[in-house]
């Protein structure tokens, strides 16, 4: 004969129900943790990440504050370079022989880049006597070159004496002109040979590939 299954009595249904919600609780506690578990792996990873940008943020300035500082030192050693060469032309009016020489080549070139018959030159007050000194010398190659004597006039229109000197040259009525002044020459030099002055100084670039 079989029994009946026995009712449960209160403590042993409030065992039951604890039982269940202990489990409920355990399974939603895991869920939580895991949950927060992701969000902190997420945040984490996320704070790793911007602080490598910041890192790469941070090299990069600094490179580029470096070789700003280099651009800027090199720069001051060329402009000295350059100051010191102004200096010098301005010095070269001192040497008589040497300055009537380099006038005559000044103003044979300035004439052959003009090719007029009739040429004006613009001079210092004070380098009149010089460039009057070499004119036959200068028409005579220029006449020998191109078979016609050029009129070359020194204007009163002159120069200021505190230039370093050289002459500018103008035809067609002044309406072309070459400056064959000493500061220009140098403005000319400092242009065409700042790439060579530079590799000169401070060697190649490590980014160039190519030379000529």
């Given at each position: 004969?079989?029994?009946?299954?026995?009712?449960?009595?209160?403590?042993?249904?409030f065992s039951?129900?604890?039982?269940m919600?202990?489990?409920e609780f355990?399974?939603?506690?895991?869920?939580?943790?895991?949950?927060?578990s992701?969000?902190?792996?997420?945040?984490?990873?996320?704070?790793?990440?911007?602080?490598?940008v910041q890192k790469?943020i941070?090299?990069?300035?600094h490179?580029n504050?470096?070789?700003?500082?280099i651009l800027q030192?090199?720069?001051?050693?060329?402009?000295?370079?350059?100051?010191?060469?102004?200096?010098?032309?301005?010095e070269?009016?001192?040497?008589?022989?040497?300055y009537?020489?380099l006038?005559?080549?000044?103003?044979?070139?300035?004439a052959?880049?003009?090719?007029?018959?009739?040429?004006n030159?613009?001079?210092?007050?004070q380098?009149?006597e010089?460039?009057q000194?070499?004119?036959?010398?200068v028409?005579?190659k220029?006449?020998?070159s191109?078979?016609?004597?050029?009129?070359?006039?020194?204007?009163?229109?002159?120069?200021p004496a505190?230039?370093?000197?050289?002459?500018?040259?103008?035809?067609?009525?002044?309406?072309?002109?070459?400056?064959?002044?000493l500061s220009?020459?140098?403005d000319?030099?400092?242009?065409?040979?700042?790439p060579?002055?530079?590799?000169a100084?401070f060697?190649?670039s490590?980014?160039r590939?190519?030379?000529n």
């Amino acid at each position: 004969m079989s029994t009946a299954a026995r009712p449960l009595n209160d403590d042993e249904v409030f065992s039951e129900m604890k039982k269940m919600a202990d489990e409920e609780f355990n399974i939603e506690k895991a869920k939580i943790v895991r949950q927060e578990s992701l969000n902190i792996d997420s945040v984490f990873e996320r704070k790793i990440k911007q602080a490598e940008v910041q890192k790469r943020i941070a090299q990069s300035n600094h490179v580029n504050k470096a070789r700003l500082k280099i651009l800027q030192e090199r720069q001051v050693v060329l402009d000295d370079l350059f100051e010191e060469a102004n200096k010098l032309i301005h010095e070269l009016s001192n040497d008589s022989d040497r300055y009537t020489t380099l006038m005559e080549g000044l103003i044979l070139q300035g004439a052959f880049s003009l090719m007029e018959k009739k040429i004006n030159i613009r001079c210092r007050e004070q380098d009149v006597e010089i460039v009057q000194s070499v004119l036959d010398n200068v028409a005579d190659k220029y006449e020998e070159s191109l078979k016609f004597r050029p009129t070359l006039n020194i204007s009163d229109d002159y120069l200021p004496a505190s230039s370093a000197g050289g002459v500018i040259l103008s035809g067609l009525e002044d309406r072309i002109t070459v400056d064959n002044t000493l500061s220009a020459r140098l403005d000319i030099a400092k242009d065409e040979m700042l790439p060579q002055i530079r590799v000169a100084l401070f060697g190649h670039s490590a980014s160039r590939a190519f030379f000529n």
